[in-house]
């Protein structure tokens, strides 16, 4: 038995889902396992960590995400409270503060798993953009994961509520200052945890067409994502881009419009539950990738397809 | 200003990648590239240099003898000294940064150090923010847009959602670069020819201080991923089509 520590994030308050995911792994192997969340009231979450020991909450005056900050405080959660095996999400922020946290406790990390054995502190992972999975193991006193959004099943949570423990954020000097977010163009659903994802490729043909694919995305509340052709041809923002050189999705459903299948795109979201592709050519190598094909234009397509999801989900 | 770019040598994108005995990968007939991020942290660097005349481009690669060919190509796109980590070993992340910390803070003048934000052959996306913290220097990692005043850096940093913190930290710092933070430039002819006769410079990995045995990070195996099976294409006319499609992601895939 090992004591798990899990970092839970919050965006703008919200618990995100993937802590749920870490709960859910967390749970399983009888482990002594406690939560460290940054929070000035920790009442809105104690439902949802059931069934785990207990909940450190962080408090302090300021607890905007400054690195160094959470890095030196999540360093010395991981001390008191004397935690082996801590775990995070490979989120933006995941891949920003574990390496740097690693370096503080002096502990090996393993970023970006498909599966943790926390006992065994072994972990599956993807390696050469997909091609191939490698397993790892950290030796040492402590063991860091972070863990791939949208892959472990969640488990609803059920037991008793955690112990409440409390720990004080480190205000101290930073070496860096993030000094502003700047927001994106109206609430995007961020890509690398989206649960459904409407991309489109070079045959968009412009930057406006993109708005048949959002109309989809909407009726569907998925996340919009492009291919590097569309990137690079200006249709579409470069946050936007799914593949090796844009990010790695993981969604439970990919549609693909006007995207020939190229194997930088196609490693960027070949995990993905259930891959549609629409595309006119019939031979297009997305089509061997993709679990359902339609062989058609996608201006014709995609708004039809909008309709139909609209009429089955009303 | 003395500016740095670590790279690494993968296998091309396009590759096909065998595993040989379990731990490695079949190295017949790969070839290699300066992993593409790390393109974006050369260019980046040399931008830098351009702004600020007197400053200089060092490029750092550990790895085995055909990694020289990566420095070259660094050499060839403008850097004007490279510096080669002979390691044939594989070591992690945290060894990997400590043995590129120590050729950098040999260089008492070391500013702004420019790395990718993963290689894409390990994608495990450390190495810059270890090396950050091993020289006790400020990093931001997953940039997009950079701009140096001499002592100060800003930049902005993609974090989802089309989102962006903007970060300044003091000079030196590592800065970890993400698509999309500048165009790569190709070598010219005459870079390529001036590339030639520079010499690069050759660290052994144990004047480090470093070696493989202290890995905490150890590689039990490789493994080839199951394959997708083959999907359908469905057939008819498009409105049909589009009806059986929503069928069977309701039905059958479950996914709506
Ligand atoms: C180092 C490197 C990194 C790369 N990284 C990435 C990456 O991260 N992501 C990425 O996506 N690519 C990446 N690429 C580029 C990749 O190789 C392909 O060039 C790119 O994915 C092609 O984009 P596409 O499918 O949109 O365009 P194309 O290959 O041009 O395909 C367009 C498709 O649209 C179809 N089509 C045209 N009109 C219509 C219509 N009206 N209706 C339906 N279908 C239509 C065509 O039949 C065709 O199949 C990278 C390449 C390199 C070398
Ligand atoms: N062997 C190496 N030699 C030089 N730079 C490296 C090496 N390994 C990693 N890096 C740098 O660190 C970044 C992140 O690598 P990684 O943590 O392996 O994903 C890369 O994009 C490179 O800039």
Same mark, same amino acid.
């Given at each position: 038995?090992?004591?798990?520590?899990?970092?839970?994030?919050?965006?703008?308050?919200?618990?995100?889902?993937?802590?749920?995911?870490?709960?859910?792994?967390?749970?399983?192997?009888?482990?002594?396992?406690?939560?460290?969340?940054?929070?000035?009231?920790?009442?809105?979450?104690?439902?949802?960590?059931?069934?785990?020991?207990?909940?450190?909450?962080?408090?302090?005056?300021?607890?905007?995400?400054?690195?160094?900050?959470?890095?030196?405080?999540?360093?010395?959660?991981?001390?008191?409270?004397?935690?082996?095996?801590?775990?995070?999400?490979?989120?933006?922020?995941?891949?920003?503060?574990?390496?740097?946290?690693?370096?503080?406790?002096?502990?090996?990390?393993?970023?970006?798993?498909?599966?943790?054995?926390?006992?065994?502190?072994?972990?599956?992972?993807?390696?050469?953009?997909?091609?191939?999975?490698?397993?790892?193991?950290?030796?040492?006193?402590?063991?860091?994961?972070?863990?791939?959004?949208?892959?472990?099943?969640?488990?609803?949570?059920?037991?008793?509520?955690?112990?409440?423990?409390?720990?004080?954020?480190?205000?101290?000097?930073?070496?860096?200052?993030?000094?502003?977010?700047?927001?994106?163009?109206?609430?995007?659903?961020?890509?690398?945890?989206?649960?459904?994802?409407?991309?489109?490729?070079?045959?968009?043909?412009?930057?406006?067409?993109?708005?048949?694919?959002?109309?989809?995305?909407?009726?569907?509340?998925?996340?919009?994502?492009?291919?590097?052709?569309?990137?690079?041809?200006?249709?579409?923002?470069?946050?936007?881009?799914?593949?090796?050189?844009?990010?790695?999705?993981?969604?439970?459903?990919?549609?693909?419009?006007?995207?020939?299948?190229?194997?930088?795109?196609?490693?960027?979201?070949?995990?993905?539950?259930?891959?549609?592709?629409?595309?006119?050519?019939?031979?297009?190598?997305?089509?061997?990738?993709?679990?359902?094909?339609?062989?058609?234009?996608?201006?014709?397509?995609?708004?039809?397809?909008?309709?139909?999801?609209?009429?089955?989900?009303? | 200003?003395?500016?740095?770019?670590?790279?690494?040598?993968?296998?091309?994108?396009?590759?096909?990648?065998?595993?040989?005995?379990?731990?490695?990968?079949?190295?017949?007939?790969?070839?290699?590239?300066?992993?593409?991020?790390?393109?974006?942290?050369?260019?980046?660097?040399?931008?830098?240099?351009?702004?600020?005349?007197?400053?200089?481009?060092?490029?750092?690669?550990?790895?085995?003898?055909?990694?020289? @060919?990566?420095? =070259?190509? $660094?050499?060839? &796109? #403008?850097?004007?000294? *490279?510096?080669?980590? %002979?390691?044939?070993?594989?070591?992690?992340?945290?060894?990997?940064?400590?043995?590129?910390?120590?050729?950098?803070?040999?260089?008492?003048?070391?500013?702004?150090?420019?790395?990718?934000?993963?290689?894409?052959?390990?994608?495990?996306?450390?190495?810059?923010?270890?090396?950050?913290?091993?020289?006790?220097?400020?990093?931001?990692?997953?940039?997009?847009?950079?701009?140096?005043?001499?002592?100060?850096?800003?930049?902005?940093?993609?974090?989802?959602?089309?989102?962006?913190?903007?970060?300044?930290?003091?000079?030196?710092?590592?800065?970890?670069?993400?698509?999309?933070? @500048?165009?790569? =430039?190709? $070598?010219?002819? &005459? #870079?390529?020819?001036? *590339?030639?006769?520079? %010499?690069?410079?050759?660290?052994?990995?144990?004047?480090?201080?470093?070696?493989?045995?202290?890995?905490?990070?150890?590689?039990?195996?490789?493994?080839?991923?199951?394959?997708?099976?083959?999907?359908?294409?469905?057939?008819?006319?498009?409105?049909?089509?589009?009806?059986?499609?929503?069928?069977?992601?309701?039905?059958?895939?479950?996914?709506?």
């Amino acid at each position: 038995m090992a004591n798990i520590g899990l970092y839970m994030e919050l965006k703008d308050g919200v618990f995100k889902k993937s802590n749920r995911e870490l709960l859910s792994l967390a749970r399983k192997g009888g482990h002594d396992v406690q939560a460290v969340i940054f929070c000035s009231d920790v009442q809105p979450y104690l439902e949802e960590l059931k069934g785990i020991q207990a909940v450190i909450q962080v408090t302090g005056a300021d607890l905007s995400y400054q690195p160094d900050r959470f890095a030196r405080t999540l360093a010395s959660v991981i001390e008191t409270f004397q935690l082996d095996v801590f775990c995070g999400i490979y989120s933006a922020q995941g891949k920003d503060l574990f390496p740097r946290l690693a370096a503080k406790v002096k502990a090996g990390l393993v970023s970006d798993c498909l599966a943790v054995d926390l006992g065994a502190r072994t972990a599956v992972k993807p390696v050469y953009s997909g091609k191939l999975l490698a397993e790892y193991q950290i030796e040492g006193e402590r063991a860091l994961f972070t863990v791939r959004p949208n892959v472990i099943p969640i488990d609803p949570p059920a037991g008793s509520a955690p112990e409440i423990k409390t720990a004080a954020m480190d205000n101290g000097e930073t070496q860096s200052r993030i000094t502003e977010v700047i927001k994106g163009a109206s609430q995007k659903v961020d890509l690398t945890e989206a649960e459904i994802i409407v991309s489109g490729g070079r045959a968009m043909k412009a930057k406006e067409n993109f708005a048949v694919l959002e109309d989809l995305a909407k009726v569907l509340n998925a996340g919009v994502g492009a291919s590097r052709a569309a990137v690079d041809s200006g249709f579409a923002s470069s946050d936007m881009q799914v593949g090796q050189t844009g990010k790695v999705v993981n969604p439970k459903l990919y549609i693909a419009c006007g995207i020939s299948g190229a194997i930088q795109h196609f490693v960027g979201m070949k995990t993905s539950k259930v891959i549609v592709a629409v595309n006119k050519d019939p031979e297009a190598p997305i089509f061997k990738k993709a679990d359902y094909g339609i062989v058609g234009d996608l201006f014709t397509v995609v708004p039809l397809l909008k309709e139909e999801v609209k009429r089955t989900l009303a | 200003m003395n500016i740095y770019a670590c790279i690494k040598q993968v296998p091309d994108t396009e590759a096909s990648i065998l595993i040989k005995d379990g731990r490695t990968i079949n190295e017949a007939n790969v070839k290699w590239i300066i992993s593409p991020y790390d393109e974006y942290a050369v260019e980046e660097a040399l931008k830098l240099k351009e702004k600020n005349p007197g400053s200089r481009v060092t490029a750092v690669c550990l790895g085995p003898d055909r990694v020289q @060919n990566a420095l =070259r190509t $660094a050499l060839a &796109m #403008g850097a004007d000294a *490279a510096v080669h980590v %002979e390691c044939a070993a594989m070591l992690d992340a945290q060894n990997t940064a400590r043995a590129l910390a120590h050729v950098i803070r040999a260089d008492k003048d070391f500013g702004v150090i420019f790395l990718g934000r993963q290689a894409i052959d390990d994608d495990a996306s450390q190495v810059h923010l270890l090396l950050a913290e091993e020289l006790s220097i400020p990093a931001a990692t997953n940039v997009l847009v950079f701009a140096c005043t001499g002592a100060t850096a800003r930049v902005e940093r993609e974090i989802g959602e089309g989102a962006r913190e903007v970060i300044e930290m003091a000079v030196p710092c590592v800065v970890a670069a993400a698509k999309g933070l @500048n165009t790569p =430039r190709y $070598a010219s002819m &005459m #870079g390529i020819m001036k *590339a030639k006769k520079i %010499e690069i410079k050759k660290v052994a990995l144990a004047e480090t201080g470093v070696d493989e045995a202290q890995n905490k990070v150890r590689l039990l195996k490789l493994s080839a991923p199951a394959e997708k099976p083959q999907g359908r294409v469905i057939p008819g006319e498009p409105a049909d089509a589009v009806r059986e499609l929503v069928r069977l992601l309701r039905e059958e895939a479950k996914v709506l």
